[in-house]
Every structure is written in C-alpha cells, then in structure tokens.
C-alpha cells in the first residue's frame, strides 16, 4: 500500500554539515570501514548466515581482522583472464582493518573507456572509530588509476569524511558526461536530546575524481525528508539512499528505507532530487514515495531507471507476518505506481522459505528487458540465488525462479547486469567445503543458464582460500566483452 507521509527537506549546509572536506578526496590507503546503523534489527556477514532482510555487510562482525577488494576478470566465455591485473586479480587494499571493520565493496562500474569504478567503504584514519566513504578507480586492464582522486595527491582514492560519522557507502553509477554519483546514508544528530538518526547522502565527482561542486554544498547533499512532524512531537523519523538512478531531465531517483516516525518498522521509501541536489515536491505524493505493504518492514535494495523513464525497484517486502517476500515496484516517470506492470504498482514473491529478497537490478541497453538477483534464505534449506527477468519493452514473457548454484551448500547472487546480445550475468558466491568463492552465472532472456560460458553456464574463481569472505558484490561488462567483477575477500 502506498501511503503520504508529510515530510520536509533539509540540505545540510557549510558549518552544519563540517564536512571535513580535506579528505574527500585523497587518504586512499589508510584504513577501513565500520557501517552505520541501518533501520531496525540485526545485520549480518555476505557469507551464508540469513540476515533477516536487514543489511548484509561483508565489512563488519566477527570475521577476519581485514580484508582487501579482489577484482577479476572474465573472457566472454567464462574463463579467467589471466592479462588481468596480477595474474588475473587487482587485490585494492582501501586500508587497515580494526575492531572487526574492513574494507567493504557494494558495487563496480565501468566508464566510457572500460576504466573500472568501485565503490565502498573504509575504516577511518587513526584512532578514529568511524567509517568513511571511498570510490576508487582501476584502468581498463586493472592498475590503479593514480590520475583519479584530490587536485593535490591523486592516488587512485576519492575518500569522503562527513564529520567523523560512518558513512554508509552504497550503490553508485557513472552519468553518461562521465560524473560519477554515489547514494547511501549517514547517522546523524537531531538536535533532539541525543537522538540521532540515518540521513540520505548523495555525492557527485567529477569525471578526475574531484567534488562537483554545482552540486549540493561542495559535491554532498545530506538530507532529512522526515522530519519533526510538530513542537510537540520534535523527533524525527529516518530515511536511506541505497540506490540513485538518473532520469532522462537529470533528477536523481533513490531508493531505499525509512520511516517517518522515530522507531517502528520501516517502509520502502523513494525521493528524487534536482540536477544540483535540491528535494523534489512533485515526486509521488507531496516529494515522496512511502510503500507499506502489510505495517511490518519493507525495504528498497536498489533500484534502475528505465529508457522511458520508468522506475523500477527491487527489495523486499513483507504482506504478512513472519513471511519476508522478494519485491519488486515499478513506478511512472513522476513517481506513481505503475498500474500496467501490476494493480498496485508491485509484486512479491515467495520461494519457498522464510526469507527472500532481491539485491541487484540492471536494465538492457535495448530497453526491453530488466532484471533482479538476490537470494532465498532461512528454514531447512540452504540459501540460493533467485532471479527474475522482466520485460520492459512490451514483448516477452517475465521469468521469476531459483537459481541454485549449488544443491547442497548456499549461494547467493548480489549484483547483475547485460551484456549487449542481452544476455544477462549474475554475480555473487557459493560455499563448497565451507570455502566461499565468487561465481557468475550467465542466463538468457528465458532463464535458462547460457551452456557456452564456463562450466554449463557457470564461472567460479577462488581468491582466498579457506576463506568464509568472499563473494562478488558488483559485476560489469567491458566494451569487448569481458566480464568484471569485485568484491570483499578475506586478506591472507
């Protein structure tokens, strides 16, 4: 169900925000990550432990002490390309591990000229308990790009510290004029006794690495739609950016949670901002978007803006008690529901467990198909990867399955993309002996594993052996075909 909330926005600006823009965009190698509180209930590691559709952070918990980013190559057919990197591997070390924070990777892009574009997380420099927002870029064939990051020391590292808070680094994507923007959340002070709470954060650099600053205060926009209701109800609510799409006018969609009050359940939540980084009050209803299927926790994961401007979402959802469903929303270009792709705009599926939810979206650069990953979780069975495959250009048929890996151990996929014979890879891990190793599967338009990649469809590669972290959180295709992927691996 669709439901208004009123909300206003708050640009956080100059001194209130105190940015500590000195690091923005440098400090590459120092340390690493520790993740900001999400919404309500626990998180979990990106190995196999179900996470009760609440984060899965390869960058905090009990694992190892540090980890580094592994990105591999792939030929088109699914072997390794070894002319990659080291010997097929960039390992990108963001910085130290401490107190059980590491470096984390939730996604990886690839510009105009193949250079591969990652984005997460890092602990903070020194003592400092915080974590800090990193985009590196890689060349084409996997160096670091040391031409990439601030005017006075570019390293490879653009590194963002609001205030020594944890920045929570999500999804990001490169604009077709080369700017890179980057969404995600911040927990921040009220001004109300010591409440504090998870604030949307948008950033945009310049194609070099920079801050854009024709957007919001020097490259960061950091803003609070729900805020105190009334004088007498001075508390806020939350709200989180996991994903941001583009529309065709330059607005910025995201996706993501929140709710308007100060605790409770959460709502999937959706709000667009103009080409320099103000809040849209014509998107949905009254600026925003707020799905509540059933009053228990609905979250949006990540998201994609179609050719014609249509939004789709995917997540999850939970329409009754103890049942978390995989979501997907499709909305008009003004941010209504979609009435063609369902009655009320949305679907859920169950696949036969108590938990499943979809993490990864992509679209076809033809227009006439999407598609979502993610995973099945909980009860008896082991977790596997789910896929669903939409058509979005008026022809086809939608396919919605599990896609296991293995039939004994868990896999899961995280992340998904086309290739431009619309092939579809979806990437993400799959245990064998307790040992995690990054897969990719590539499927057809009809969900059918394509038998002419790797092993009956399948590519694996292990980069840390003996290793519970490892998985592969972004996927990306090269303009000749190769196959890109990165993601946490345990250090060794």
Not at 441 to 462: E, H, M, Q, V
Request: proline content about 5%.
């Amino acid at each position: 169900m669709l439901k208004t909330v009123k909300h206003r926005s708050f640009l956080v600006r100059g001194a209130a925000l105190a940015l500590t823009l000195a690091c923005m965009t440098g400090c590459g190698d120092d340390e690493p990550t520790p993740t900001p509180t999400p919404d309500a209930g626990t998180q979990a590691d990106a190995g196999t432990t179900p996470d009760s559709g609440t984060d899965p952070t390869p960058d905090a918990g009990t694992g190892p002490l540090d980890s580094d980013i592994a990105v591999v190559r792939f030929n088109e057919d699914g072997t390794h390309d070894t002319t990659f990197g080291a010997g097929g591997v960039t390992h990108v070390d963001f910085g130290t591990g401490r107190d059980g924070t590491r470096d984390s990777l939730w996604d990886v892009r690839v510009d105009a000229t193949d250079r591969i574009v990652l984005f997460g997380n890092k602990r903070a420099d020194g003592t400092r308990a915080d974590t800090d927002r990193v985009v590196a870029r890689l060349t084409a064939t996997g160096a670091l790009d040391t031409t990439f990051g601030s005017a006075q020391t570019p390293n490879g590292f653009s590194v963002l510290n609001l205030s020594n808070l944890n920045d929570g680094m999500r999804y990001g994507f490169i604009q077709p004029d080369g700017k890179i923007m980057t969404s995600g959340y911040t927990s921040m002070p009220t001004g109300v006794g010591a409440q504090a709470a998870n604030r949307i954060v948008l950033q945009r650099l310049n194609d070099d690495g920079k801050a854009d600053e024709t957007f919001g205060w020097k490259g960061v926009v950091t803003s609070a739609p729900f805020q105190a209701q009334s004088e007498t109800n001075p508390e806020w609510g939350m709200a989180e950016a996991y994903a941001a799409g583009m529309q065709s006018n330059g607005s910025y969609v995201t996706t993501g949670y929140g709710r308007s009050a100060s605790s409770g359940t959460v709502d999937l939540v959706s709000f667009r901002y103009t080409a320099t980084g103000a809040l849209d009050p014509t998107w949905g209803t009254g600026g925003a978007v707020v799905l509540d299927l059933a009053g228990d926790n609905d979250r949006g994961r990540n998201m994609v803006v179609l050719n014609d401007d249509r939004v789709l979402h995917v997540g999850s959802g939970t329409p009754s008690a103890q049942n978390i469903q995989a979501l997907l929303l499709m909305q008009t270009p003004d941010g209504q529901p979609d009435t063609t792709f369902a009655p009320e705009g949305y679907k859920t599926y169950g696949f036969e467990r108590p938990e499943q939810a979809f993490f990864g979206v992509a679209k076809s650069a033809d227009g006439n198909w999407a598609a979502a990953v993610g995973y099945r979780a909980g009860g008896s069975g082991n977790a596997d990867g789910i896929l669903a495959i939409i058509p979005t250009g008026g022809t086809g048929t939608e396919v919605v399955k599990a896609t296991p890996i293995s039939a004994t151990e868990d896999d899961r996929f995280w992340s998904v993309t086309f290739d431009s014979q619309n092939r579809i890879y979806a990437a993400g891990f799959v245990t064998e002996g307790g040992d995690n190793q990054m897969v990719v599967a590539r499927f057809t338009t009809d969900g059918n594993l394509d038998p002419t990649f790797g092993t009956s469809g399948i590519a694996k590669i292990n980069v840390a052996t003996a290793a519970t972290e490892e998985a592969a959180r972004g996927i990306a295709i090269q303009t000749d075909g190769k196959i890109v992927i990165g993601g946490p691996v345990e250090k060794q």
